[in-house]
DNA sequence: GAATGTATCTCGTCC
DNA sequence: GGACGAGGTACATTC
């Protein structure tokens, strides 16, 4: 990796075309080809950049260059698509490689998928009466995240998010018109569950005859702790 | 800005919990207080992070943290939710701060505005005799991208979208519903217009009487620069 | 490889 | 400040 802090003006054309005036930022080159550009502040995504697989190539300027100030040209251009970044350096500030070698990365825990696993084992949550049919209940469109049966034998698909959105009542939607074709099914009745339930999307689902229920994700833990300690 | 580079564990608890194991990685230190870890791949997105408002603390390694190798330990609080980021340091490979100053920022170009922009300038690509009544038209669920009327005088509402993807489709089956309903404007076919559509869109759209337009970006505002130098 | 869904999404804008 | 939509979304997973 290398690090370099330097005054320059940085023009990208791809998918859009983008500019950035003359000022210092930090230019990060990344073992495998890769290029940042950060500025100092607005954490998380750099003002520009090139994904790899891409290729640099460092261009002398040309004389009008030269005399707006410009001592190298750097040009990212990406493998694949026609993306091409250009980096006006004026002045280099600091200049240092670093070896890092591999990176075992990231361990996640805490997601959707717990909370469908928690909702699962916990169904009567949503109702007396309610019991498990089975997780990822697959469709010819996906899987539905829970199918259960409600105190009377009905069907219910509950689709899960952590936050819920008109996207996920859409997708309930399309299950819900899909799985009450299917005779051995019919009636379906949908559950949209989630952390957070967005107003337009409580609107549309209430439209729609779904029921909203809103899922208090350290309660259910606390609730898998107790179940855990008592079995 | 400040950069160390150093062989380091990372552990983050917030929204999620996560753990990065001993490894050297760049620590990127904003001087709006947040914090980025780097690898030497996977480019754009940071490892691990922590957004502004956020306040660092250096601490004492205790000594069973001593005795396992860390000589400082980093404590990245988050000033208005709970979040914390705790970087375990054991060796430091780098470390240098830089002044870089205020950063103008980027300035864009070519996105979805543009298009609705052209797309309402030549409205007679979507076919012969259409005539532009507004952009931005008005409904009770939000703006119709561009309302427009056709040679047989009916209306017609356009999305627009730089991607078309499916929840395009949903967003203007859902205006057509609602139009469709005001006698004002019914009967209203729906035109869903995108640089690429997607099959599973083309597909949906398709089923529901919407007719897909593919625009081609460069064509349009070639067209429109022949029209800027014409009048 | 294409498509699909999630994200500690991030980031703008509009109300 | 919250809600909503767009993103050069990025990224993982599945088909």
Redesign the pocket.
Known sequence: MRLVVARCSVD?A???S?HLPLANRLLLLKSDGSVL?HSDS?????L????PPCVLTVLEPDEAQRDAGVTELWKVA?AKTA?L?VISIHEVLHDSSHELGHDP??Q?DG???DLQKLLAEQIELLGEGYRLVRREY?TA???V?ILATDAAGGSVAV?????G????VE?LTRYLELMNRDPRLAPVSGVFAAQEI????R?LATDRGIRCVVLDYDAMRGMDDAHQRLF
Chains 1, 2 share one sequence.
């Open positions: 990208y791809g998918r859009l983008a550009v607005l954490s998380y995504k750099p520009n950049w090139m994904s990406q993306d970044l990365g990231l996640k997601v959707e998928a697959m469109i996906g899987p995240d689709e899960i998010k952590r936050r959105d008109i996207d996920g997708q967005k107003p337009q999307a609107t």
